[in-house]
Nanobody, 119 residues
Framework: QVQLVESGGGLVQPGGSLRLSCAAS????????MGWYRQAPGKQRERVAT???????NYGDSVKGRFTMSRDNVKKMVYLQMNSLKPEDTAVYYC?????????????WGQGTQVTVSS
């Protein structure tokens, strides 16, 4: 079982920045792929960014060039630096951890943190 706790959300003006953090309680944290996802009201959850166990990152098209995901395996943390925020970035942001074990996939979610971009 992996527990994930997000923090850092809040209200920010368009063009502003926020840094989200996700603390993980996981043995072998470094072996998990990690991801940030978001869900706006009335919309499906979408992938924002992922970082593999080896440190490779991948971003959704809508956030490329504005968001940066990183991880600290010693602290068991992942981060999402969000710059040049837009109103359409408003959503609940969720942290995810995933790991393939044998033929199965272990996947865990945090409770989410609200990000609101508005003037």
């Amino acid at each position: 079982q992996v527990q994930l706790v997000e923090s850092g959300g809040g209200l920010v003006q368009p063009g502003g920045s926020l840094r989200l953090s996700c603390a993980a309680s996981a043995n072998a944290f470094s072996m998990y792929d990690m991801g940030w996802y978001r869900q706006a009201p009335g919309k499906q959850r979408e992938r924002v960014a992922t970082i593999t166990a080896s440190g490779n990152t991948n971003y959704g098209d809508s956030v490329k060039g504005r968001f940066t995901m990183s991880r600290d395996n010693v602290k068991k943390m992942v981060y999402l630096q969000m710059n040049s925020l837009k109103p359409e970035d408003t959503a609940v942001y969720y942290c995810n951890s995933a790991r393939v074990i044998g033929t199965g996939l272990l996947s865990f979610w945090g409770q989410g943190t609200q990000v609101t971009v508005s003037s």
